[in-house]
């Protein structure tokens, strides 16, 4: 299949006032009924149509901002090969291979059977509210209100925009450090404040460096809000307690700055201790710390979609106003499910996940070890994700290296440019061992016949 042919995600055409990116990893194809295309073709074949264009209403402005999610884009054209007969090897998307715990879907069925299926509170219901109350004291040492400082939304995604949208504005700034998760940056355009991008160091694990974030603090007085990923995704490192406490100090000194700390993948960590440090718990960050959190990636609940957010009574409330006007609540049964993994699924579930997860990590380290041009500076010490450095390939164009090794290997792997990283490529391990397998030996032999 020529690698022209890769077209992905519909989009309208220049004729109809759209916006086309020049990021897009993809060429676009027309929507339209009257210009309805097969999958693969191209948008060039509809503008050589002889049937006119039907000039559209314009869409918001707003839109010639916003990129696409090359994670979505890569993972809709994977599905899309595979609906068309094609075996592709996906190491694309962020979702754990295993199935959820018994009792969490025994608990979903049970809400359904009993009748459980209407809107609960806009906050989600009070017994996981409760629940989550009590594992954020019992396990991260922080007290939070389950009437008033806790809200449950339809993952973790939405908590993290609508924390964004209450905490900044127009005007004002949003420090995004750098690699981060591709939607960071382009909810901070969504509610109208500028995206800054704060550069990490591969030498330090991608970890935010505290005299680095003082100098952009220093330098961009509009600054309202600072993204924190721990551990991160797309690089899996993770910041000790010692380096959260330094940047913490940092931040004393800017009392006007939100924290917004997605930690979900905080259930996934392979250091020592397998523990990380929740930031609201530090001296003086709880009362300017939006904890985002869920089950999607220590559960295995990615399609229940429950995620929460836990915060001061002001932001907490700004942000279940916000959902009442988007969303309403999360679904019944998702949080039948969700209390069930608060409450009923033992550690013992978890840690096993964890150790075999490590062991997909450090397979994963030994196979890129043994690739040319191929280095991962510091080893990932949490979430599911490696991202390793191949700018020795393709003069750095680490976009035409994903797309050609897709063509040629029907290997998904995500250009690590979109996360702010460019010359290297994310990998997600969160799949089965004979899977990993698989890629490993096709980006192997990819490589080596560059």
């Known amino acids: 299949m020529p690698s022209k042919t890769l077209a992905i995600a519909s989009t309208l055409c220049a004729s109809c006032a759209a916006f086309s990116p020049s990021s897009r990893l993809l060429p676009s194809i027309h929507p339209s009924s009257r210009h309805r295309v097969s999958s693969f073709q191209l948008h060039n074949d509809v503008s050589a149509s002889a049937t006119p264009v039907v000039p559209c209403p314009p869409l918001n402005p707003l839109l010639s901002q916003i990129k696409p999610s090359k ?5 809709s054209l994977v599905k899309q090969m595979e609906a068309e007969g094609e075996s592709v090897t996906s190491l694309c998307v962020g979702e754990p291979d295993f199935a959820p715990p018994s009792c969490v879907l025994d608990a979903a069925a049970d809400a359904m059977r009993a009748g459980k299926t209407t809107y609960t509170a806009v906050t989600g219901t009070i017994e ?55 939607s960071y940056p382009e ?6 404040a500028a995206p800054v991008i704060l550069e990490t160091a591969v030498e330090d694990g991608y970890l935010i460096n505290p005299d680095e974030l003082e100098k952009c603090l220093q330098d961009h007085p509009k600054a309202k809000v600072l993204m924190l990923c721990n551990p991160s995704n797309p690089t899996g490192g993770v910041h000790s307690t010692e380096l959260l406490t330094k940047i913490a100090e940092v931040l004393v000194e800017y009392p006007n700055v939100v924290i917004l700390a997605d930690e979900i993948y905080e259930r996934l960590v392979y250091t020592e201790d397998g523990k990380t440090t929740a930031f609201a718990s530090l001296p003086g960050m709880r009362e300017r710390t939006i904890t985002v959190n869920g089950l999607s990636k220590s559960h295995a609940m990615t399609g229940f979609r429950v995620g929460y957010l836990a915060a001061p009574a002001r932001f907490a409330k700004a942000c279940a106003t916000l959902q009442g006007q988007i969303t309403s609540c999360a679904s019944s049964v998702s949080q039948a499910g969700a209390v069930s993994a608060l409450t009923e699924v033992p550690e013992s579930w978890l840690e096993d996940n964890v150790e075999i997860m490590r062991e997909k990590r450090d397979y994963v ?21 490696v991202l390793p450095d191949v700018s020795g390939h393709y003069d750095g164009d680490d976009t035409k290296l994903c797309l050609d090794l897709l063509k040629e290997k029907k290997l998904a792997l995500v250009p690590g440019s979109s996360f702010g990283a ?29």
Not at 187 to 192: E, R
């Open 71 to 75: 994670t979505v884009e890569v993972f």
């Open 128 to 182: 996981l509210r409760n629940a989550i109350a009590d594992d954020l004291k019992s396990r991260k040492g922080v007290e939070y209100d389950p009437l008033t400082e806790i809200v449950v939304g339809n993952g973790a995604k939405q908590c993290v925009y609508q924390g964004l949208l209450a905490a900044c504005g127009g005007g004002d700034e949003v420090i995004v450090p750098a690699p981060y998760w591709p």
């Open 187 to 192: 909810m901070a355009l969504l509610v109208g």
């Open 365 to 385: 380290l030994g196979e890129l070890a043994k690739m040319g041009g191929v280095s991962v500076a510091v080893p990932p010490d949490g979430a599911f994700y």
């Open 422 to 450: 460019p010359g290297t490529v994310r990998i997600s391990y969160a799949t089965s061992m004979e899977e990993l397998e698989v890629a490993m030996a096709k980006m192997r032999e990819f490589l080596e016949g560059i």
